[in-house]
């Protein structure tokens, strides 16, 4: 089945140690989004692709990066995890941007920041 | 002007009952109005979406009915069972072809 998976389910990491979330697609999708999702509230945008074109949302905060060396993968780099940054990372996918109402998510990576 | 109001923040229905769900929106560019199930521990996924010029749409026992005068549109769950428990999201997508999204409502269906 086409999906999108994420990597690793559960993460553990320390303060201001860095971590990289990963994320796969196999629908062949043309965006990519990155969002937090904090316990009962909606998910945050932090940034998405179109094909290549990086799109940075204005209150991501400078510690979280990205790259998608390709269409099939995208990464979330959080350079120094502050206790703030505890969160679900869900990574979504749409066919291109004209039909970004319609958003594959994965299962989510659970962040802990000890 | 880009949010989305969305009510109630949790919602307790009876096996079998009607589970209605409200957003409200200014943007009148907003372009289409979609709703999201999120199961704990998982991702959100695409319930079912509606375009301001449909009034009403519905699959299965869901329904969204869209007021376009009023700038609100609302979920209707028939039938509610145990397994609809979940967290629901209204969103609205804007000209720059990103989502707007409602804070979320809590629903549970007693059995």
């Known amino acids: 089945d086409a999906m999108v998976i994420q990597n690793p389910r559960y993460q553990v990491t320390q303060f201001g140690k860095p971590v990289t979330l990963s994320c796969s697609q196999t629908l062949n999708h043309n965006v990519m989004y990155w969002y937090q999702q904090k316990s009962s509230q909606a998910p945050k945008l932090l940034f998405h692709?179109?094909?290549?074109?990086?799109?940075n949302e204005a209150d991501t905060p400078d510690n979280f990066q990205s790259r998608r060396p390709n269409t099939s993968f995208c990464f979330l780099d959080i350079r120094s995890p502050g206790l703030g940054d505890a969160a679900m990372y869900l990574c979504a996918t749409s066919r291109d941007r004209y039909n970004s109402y319609e958003q594959y998510f994965g299962p989510g990576t659970r962040l802990t920041v000890t | 002007q880009q949010q989305v109001k969305q009510s109630p923040q949790s919602l307790i229905v009876q096996k079998g009952g009607i589970s209605i769900i409200n957003c409200a929106y200014e943007n009148t560019a907003f372009d289409y109005f979609p709703w999201y199930q999120q199961f704990p521990g998982k991702g959100p996924a695409l319930l079912i979406a509606i375009r301001p010029d449909v009034s009403e749409k519905k699959e299965g026992r869901f329904t969204i009915s869209f007021n376009k005068s009023a700038k609100q549109f609302s979920l209707h769950i028939m039938d509610s069972q145990p397994g609809d428990s979940a967290t629901y999201f209204c969103a609205a997508g804007d000209s720059n072809y990103q989502l707007i999204w409602g804070a979320g409502t809590k629903l549970i269906i007693k059995p």
């Open positions: 692709y179109y094909d290549k074109d990086f799109n």
